[in-house]
Structures are given as structure tokens and as C-alpha cells.
């Protein structure tokens, strides 16, 4: 199975410039692993605002309500990309991005 | 959340006609707000919701209380006083349980009986809380203790002698093609009990009590039950064996109560009892009929021709049809209103708003103005109550982003009584083949997801801004009146995305166009899947997801057949009604993280199309857009004359540069292969098409859900809205169209 290479912060960046499409196939590969990882699936995005305010929420089996994330509140839809992004990718190869931050 | 919902009847009512609105409260009474308001446009930017208010009778302040919802769908025989004081009884039936046990909650699955839990009283044949067979009689339950496997057939019995004191229950797993060790069980236990009370017999569930007036039930079973029966004679144990053995729950007509035959009226609400003693009874909440039965064979998919093979009904604790509130507010709509779409807007203790939607048609007789706006209420209503998004999946991997949703949309998750939509499976995994407008629909609105309904208030917006006078009509009433409904618009303009639709409405359309019309499909994804108004149910349809197509669901193999009119369901497509025939594109691909763009093809410079880009120099055409950022998005359609596409239409424009999230449907491919999104594949693309029709007069057809969207951008000044006026015009002129 296809892994992801935790020294490719370039295609992290590449994300965090463009979270909506097209990506580079590098990337979407990325992606397909972050997005369909039996821990990544479950990420939600509530609009709590409109036009202004967004939060992850968990979403949650047995028709459950998502669980809302309210420790942090998003004032993009791209920095709400941004952050799922970051964190999946931190659960799935180990490696933080924080050096990314400021990029 | 919203602190208050409703929802209307009728769903479209012309200017001097009556109109009720249902309107209930959650977490107790309270005062709400209410106002009916026309909806010229949505909430796509900071301030850009348009509405205009209807003064009506209703403005202002209202009080209002909680109105409970009784999901779940069941059978009733009401006729208390035949299952009353019964000493010596049998009860049989054939199930497929298809949620055992049931989790996270446990619960009781009732089969058959007269169980009220009100009273404490009844019998009932039922699962219990660990899925086992169970006899319930007064306060006694006796049961195998051996749980019954979802999806398997069951031949299940339970004898009941209260003069001895006896009560027998067995379940014996048919044998079919899956291998299984499963073996009979078989218990018999002395009780002490009266004989029960009065009281109906149900089907599917057990009476909970009275509340509101109305009955509301409990321990609904999640599966199917085939031709149950109720004799007044306790089986012996052999006799038991016997029946089982045989496969058959019949018994002589003299020892019968009730002997149910549920493969006779299917397409109604009516259970037909076939014992001499006519206890006929009905369903309620729609469970799904015209399903295979516990002796279905597959030698025959249609019900109508192996009616004893589909003699089984499947009941669901989440269904729902009619959630039945009380009518709280009504009014007349005032001669003078315009047609339009239309929402009375709910408002409690700062909450979001919450919008009943229902539509103002044109007067009955009168002038008409040349445009018609058919606004896809089959589709809407397919998507109502939309919650697979919110529930563990792969969306964000088909969407190309995180799904998205608002505190409106949560309210979906919190009142599971709401019922779904036909994108939502059941609590046991069936999907939802069933979805009524008689209850409030949570994302039917101009806000949230844009989408449907909030995006073609793009089209109607942009109509406004160019001052075009203009009807709405509707599916329902295309489906219910034909042809009359169109005939004197010069131009219907269909939504973004009319994807459901009836043999009465393909036929109305096709129609329209033979004397002439003028067709502007603004949208993708349309005329795909058949629907059908079930007569017995108004404000419900009825689809089934059958064969292929891109499907949140898988229909159930057998059961491809519409229960209400016997039409096979599934893709106009697989039915020789491909969309292609009637708009020149039918559906190709879809993605929803970024919209793109069309370029105008070499075909847009022949003579014909001069009109369609009169004033624009653009090669590039709709870079932009509330869409998603491009007027070429989210589902797409493309010309293919193998399936219909007149050989003489123009391909205008066509989309390109599509993103990863753009995947070819399934559809379209017969073999899965690799490079089938849109950064690789040509054939993910919308065709934007023209074609003269025979009969003078001609479609435009955008190809695109996201079109509609870039109408809007830079104050209409864009070569999207030029180009559409430009179409509009001309298909407002008389002229004849000449086919070439």
C-alpha cells in the first residue's frame, strides 16, 4: 500500500496554497490515504456562522449527532482545510508540520 | 438549531387559494415569529438574500407548542374487539429480521400482536432486546434465547393455550443458497396469564399510548414479515413442527382469525385479510411493499407477475410518511401575489430561521408571461432531510473536501424522527425509497448548502435583474397535469438540477418541445432517475436506486419494481429514456471541491449559434461563480449521440481542466479503469449544447449544476449572463427554429 513520505512537506504545502483541486497526482495520493484512513474519516465541517465562523466536528456511528470541536473556531473554509490536513497528517506519519506554519 | 419548524399544505397553491402550515416547536412552548416572504434570492454572500414579504393574516407573533412525530412504520387492524379474550391462540408468520439486535439502544422488535404498553396488556410474537424469538402474553414472556441472524428467513410460531397454561414458540431458519449451522429452536413454558383484552393488532410494532389524540407506537421491527396469521386454536408442538416443516403459515379457514395476505394491494395502504372474517387493515409511515418474500426464487423480478413471491412487507423503526400536525397557521394567499417560491419563515429566541417551503403557481386562468420557471420539487424533495453526510463514510473522498454542513442541517441528527432522504439508509442499512413532504423539511431552503433549491434562486435572481416576468410551476404539478401545465410559455427554464423525474413529466416535456417549445435546461445531473407519485400516498415518491447509476444506495436484488405503479425503477437511462434524447447531455461526472470553466468550441462559430454569443469575445466563459468558483461544477453532462444526443446539436463549449475530486460515473465505464478523473480523462466535462427540435422550437442546455451560480458575478456583468439572455431572447422570439 501506498505510504506517505513524511519528508514531502512540499506536498503539504502545496495543500495548504490550494486545499480545493486540482492537485498534483503526488499530492492526491496523499490525500486518498489521509481522507480514507480508518481514523481520518470522521472529520465534519459545521458552519456555525454564515459567510464566518466554521468548526470540525467529529461525526459519530450509530446515526449519532457529530460531535462539535469547539476549541477552535475557522475563518476560512481553507484554514479549516488547512488544520484537518495537519492534524491527519501528524496522526497518520508521526511527523508534525508545524514547520509549515508561517509558509 | 432552530427553535421552531413547519412545513406547508398544500405545496403549490395558486393567488387566492387557502394555505396551511403546520408548525411545531422542540424543547417545549414557546413564542415564535412568523412571515411568508417571497425568495428572489439566497444567502449565497453577506448580504445577498433577497426576499420580498407577503402580507398575510399570519404576520407576527405566534405561540407555539412541541408536535410529536410517531415514527415508524407499522400495520394496524383496528378492530379491537376480534383479538380480545382469546384463550387458545396461534401465532405464525415468515421474517427476516434486519436489525438484530438492536443497538446502541436495545429494544423489542414486535412481529404481530395487540401489546399496548400504555395498558401493560396484549400478546405479541416478537424479537426480544437480545433478538430472540419471544411470546409476550400479560406480564408473562416466554422466548428461545437463541437470536435470530439479520437477513435470514424465519418460519416463526408461538402456541398459546392460557387454560393449560402452555405457551410453545419456535423459530426455524430457512434453508436457502447461504451456507449456515443455524438449527430450529423450539420452547415450551408454563405461564399463568389471563387471556388478553381488546384491542388492534399490529403489525410491526406495539401500541405505546395516546398522545395528542393520536395513537403512537413502540418496539417497532426492522425487517420483513410475510403472510402472517392468527388462528384460535393452540397448536401443538408437532403441529408447530408440521407447519414449519411444510414452510407454511396457513391454517384451515374455520380455525382462522386472521390470515394476511400482503402481496394483494400493494401499491396501496390497504393489508387484505383472506379469512372469512374480513379483518382488513392498513400500513402506516409507508413500509416498503413489492418485496421479496420468504419463497422468492429469483425466477422473476417483477411483483405484478410472481405476486405469492412478494408477499412480504418491510417495516423500518425510522419510517416516515405523514408526520400528521396539527394545522397551526393558515391563510389565503392574496389574489394579487405573483407566482413565485415562496416560504413562510419560522423565527424563535434569536435561533436560525427556519423556512417552509411551498410555491405560488400562476392563476388558474388568465394572461401567462413567456417564461416558466419549473423548479425541480421531485428533486428537492429526494434530497430533503439529507443526513449521510453527517454520518461515518467516504463523502469526503467524492466530494474532494471536508463535508459541509450548518447548525440547520445538525438538527437532522438530533431529531432522528424527521425521517431521511433518498440519499440516507434506514437504521438497518435498506435504503429510503420512500420520502414525503408532510413533514418539515430541514434543508429545503435559501441558506446552508448550496444546492438545489438555494442555487437555482441563482437563475431566479438573475431573471429579476433583468426585469423578465416570469411564472414557477412545479414537478408535482407537471406529474399531475401534463402538457396544460406548459402550453402558452414560450421558454421553460428547468433548475440546476432536476434529476427525479416521472414518465408523466418526461412525456409532458417531450411534448412541450413537439408543439414548439423552447426548452433552457440550466443545470447537470438531470431527468436520471425515475420517480413515481404513489396515488395512495399524496406528497410522497416512491424510487428505487435499482441496476446502476451513481447511488448513495444499492436497491435490494428482486425489488427493482416500483410498489405504487409497478414501474421499473432505476436510470432513465437503462430504460430508453436517456436524458440525452430530450436536452442533448446526460450526466458524465461529478466533483465538488472546485468548479471550472468552459472554452467555446469551433462548432460555436457556425451561423447557427450566432445568437447565443452575440456581444461575447470571450474564448474562456464562466472562470467565476458562487458554485465553487466556475460555472462549469459539481456534476456535469456531456453530449453522446450513442445515447440520444441529437447528431445535429452543437457542442458550444465545453469544460475542461477539471480537478482530481471530478470522477467519471460508474455508468460510464464497463470495466473500472485507472485515470478516470478530471485531471486526466477528456470525457469528465460539461457539453454546453444547442439543437433546433423538429417540432420549431429548441433546447439550450448548460450542462452544468454550478452554471446557474456565475450568473450573478460582477452585477450580472459576465459573459455567463450575457450569454444565457442571449439564448433567452432569442427563445422568446417567435421565429421558428429551422433544423438544419
Not at chain 1, 475557522?74 to 497518520?92: C, G, K, M, P, Q
Amino acid at each position: 500500500m501506498f505510504a506517505i513520505d513524511p519528508s514531502r512537506t512540499d506536498l503539504a504545502l502545496e495543500f495548504k496554497r490550494r486545499p480545493f483541486g486540482p492537485h498534483s497526482p503526488e499530492l492526491q495520493a496523499v490525500l486518498n490515504v489521509l481522507r480514507s484512513s480508518r481514523h481520518c474519516q470522521n472529520l465534519l465541517l459545521v458552519c456555525t456562522r454564515p459567510h464566518a465562523e466554521w468548526m470540525l466536528a467529529e461525526k459519530q456511528p450509530g446515526g449519532l449527532p457529530p460531535r462539535l470541536l469547539t476549541d477552535r473556531v475557522f475563518t476560512s473554509l481553507e484554514d479549516a482545510e488547512w488544520h484537518a490536513f495537519r492534524i491527519r497528517w501528524e496522526a497518520v506519519t508521526g511527523q508534525p508540520l508545524s514547520a509549515l506554519d508561517r509558509a | 438549531m432552530p427553535r421552531v419548524l413547519g412545513y406547508a399544505e398544500p405545496l403549490t397553491v395558486a393567488p387566492g387559494e387557502e394555505i396551511r402550515f403546520m408548525v411545531g416547536t422542540l424543547d417545549g412552548p414557546r413564542r415564535y415569529r412568523a412571515e411568508i416572504v417571497r425568495l428572489v434570492a439566497g444567502d449565497t454572500a453577506p448580504g445577498a438574500m433577497k426576499t420580498v414579504r407577503l402580507p398575510t393574516s399570519i404576520d407576527g407573533e405566534h405561540v407555539g407548542v412541541p408536535q410529536a412525530i410517531d415514527v415508524g412504520s407499522y400495520a394496524i387492524v383496528d378492530h379491537p374487539e376480534a383479538f380480545g379474550e382469546l384463550a387458545r391462540f396461534t401465532v405464525q408468520a415468515f421474517v427476516q429480521p434486519t436489525r438484530v439486535p438492536v443497538r446502541p439502544v436495545p429494544s423489542r422488535q414486535v412481529i404481530m400482536g395487540t401489546w399496548a404498553e400504555d395498558r401493560g396488556a396484549g400478546f405479541a410474537l416478537m424479537l426480544d432486546e437480545a433478538g430472540a424469538l419471544a411470546l409476550l402474553v400479560g406480564g408473562a414472556l416466554v422466548s428461545t434465547g437463541v437470536a435470530l441472524t439479520a437477513r435470514r428467513w424465519y418460519h416463526v410460531a408461538a402456541s398459546v393455550d392460557l387454560v393449560t397454561g402452555t405457551v410453545a414458540v419456535r423459530q426455524t431458519p430457512l434453508t436457502d443458497h447461504t451456507p449456515s449451522l443455524e438449527q430450529p429452536v423450539a420452547v415450551t413454558a408454563t405461564v399463568q396469564a389471563s387471556p388478553p383484552p381488546a384491542g388492534a393488532l399490529y403489525l410491526g410494532a406495539a401500541r405505546h399510548g395516546i398522545e395528542d389524540g393520536r395513537v403512537h407506537t413502540t418496539w417497532h421491527f426492522n425487517g420483513k414479515i410475510d403472510r402472517p396469521t392468527l388462528a384460535r386454536v393452540a397448536l401443538s408442538p408437532p403441529a408447530m413442527l408440521a407447519a414449519a416443516t411444510a414452510r407454511s403459515t396457513a391454517i384451515p379457514a374455520e380455525d382462522a382469525i386472521g390470515l394476511w395476505d400482503l402481496a394483494a394491494d400493494i401499491p396501496t395502504d390497504r393489508v387484505t385479510d383472506r379469512s372469512p372474517n374480513h379483518l382488513h387493515g392498513r400500513t402506516v409511515n409507508a413500509p416498503k411493499r413489492a418485496v421479496t418474500g420468504h419463497n422468492w426464487d429469483g425466477s422473476e423480478m417483477d411483483w405484478r407477475r410472481a405476486p405469492q413471491q412478494y408477499g412480504a412487507i418491510h417495516f423500518h423503526d425510522d419510517d416516515l410518511y405523514d408526520a400528521g400536525w396539527r394545522p397551526s397557521l393558515t391563510t389565503t394567499i392574496p389574489p394579487d401575489a405573483r407566482s413565485g417560491v415562496y416560504a413562510l419563515r419560522l423565527e424563535a429566541d434569536g435561533g436560525p430561521e427556519f423556512w417552509a417551503v411551498f410555491y405560488v403557481r400562476p392563476p388558474r386562468r388568465g394572461p401567462r408571461p413567456p417564461v416558466a420557471f419549473l423548479a425541480s420539487t421531485a428533486t428537492y424533495l429526494c434530497y430533503s432531510n439529507y443526513r449521510a453526510r453527517m454520518r461515518p463514510g467516504p463523502a469526503e473522498l467524492f466530494i474532494g473536501a471536508l463535508p459541509l454542513v450548518d447548525t440547520t442541517d445538525l438538527l437532522l441528527m438530533h431529531h432522528p424522527e424527521l425521517g431521511g432522504s433518498t440519499y440516507d439508509t434506514h437504521t438497518d442499512g435498506s435504503g429510503v425509497c420512500h420520502v414525503s413532504r408532510r413533514r418539515p423539511l430541514v434543508n429545503v431552503r435559501p441558506t446552508g448548502w448550496l444546492w438545489n433549491l438555494f442555487l437555482d434562486l441563482c437563475l431566479l435572481d438573475w431573471l429579476e435583474a433583468h426585469g423578465q416576468a416570469y411564472d414557477v410551476v412545479t414537478d408535482d404539478d407537471l406529474h399531475a397535469e401534463g402538457l396544460p401545465l406548459l402550453e402558452g410559455y414560450a421558454t421553460v427554464l428547468t433548475g440546476c438540477h432536476p434529476e427525479y423525474a416521472s414518465r408523466e413529466m418526461l412525456d409532458a416535456l417531450a411534448a412541450y418541445l413537439g408543439r414548439g417549445g423552447r426548452l433552457m435546461y440550466m443545470g447537470g445531473n438531470g431527468f436520471y432517475w425515475r420517480v413515481s407519485y404513489p396515488a395512495a400516498h399524496p406528497g410522497m415518491i416512491e424510487m428505487r436506486r435499482a441496476e446502476d447509476g451513481t447511488r448513495a444506495w444499492v436497491e435490494a436484488t428482486g425489488e427493482y419494481y416500483h410498489s405504487s405503479t409497478g414501474e421499473y425503477g432505476g436510470l432513465w437511462r437503462r430504460q430508453g429514456r436517456a436524458p440525452n434524447a430530450l436536452v442533448g447531455v446526460g450526466f458524465v461526472a461529478q466533483g465538488f471541491d472546485r468548479s471550472s470553466y468552459y472554452r467555446r468550441t469551433d462548432a460555436s462559430r457556425d451561423p447557427r449559434a450566432r445568437f447565443i454569443f452575440e456581444g461575447i469575445d470571450d474564448d474562456v466563459l464562466g472562470d467565476f461563480g458562487a458554485a465553487r468558483g466556475g460555472a462549469a461544477g459539481l456534476e456535469l453532462d456531456a453530449f453522446n449521440a450513442s445515447l440520444g444526443s441529437p447528431p445535429w446539436a452543437l457542442i458550444v463549449a465545453s469544460s475542461e481542466d477539471h480537478s482530481n475530486a471530478f470522477q467519471l460515473v460508474n455508468e460510464e465505464m464497463n470495466v473500472s479503469f485507472a485515470g478516470s478523473d478530471g485531471r486526466f480523462s477528456s470525457a469528465v466535462r460539461a457539453d454546453m449544447v444547442f439543437y433546433e427540435h423538429p417540432g420549431g422550437g429548441a433546447v439550450f442546455s448548460t450542462g452544468s449544476i454550478a452554471y446557474v451560480g456565475s450568473l450573478g458575478h460582477a452585477g450580472y456583468a459576465n459573459n455567463i449572463s450575457r450569454l444565457t439572455l442571449n439564448v433567452l431572447r432569442r427563445f422568446l422570439d417567435p421565429a421558428p427554429f429551422a433544423t438544419p
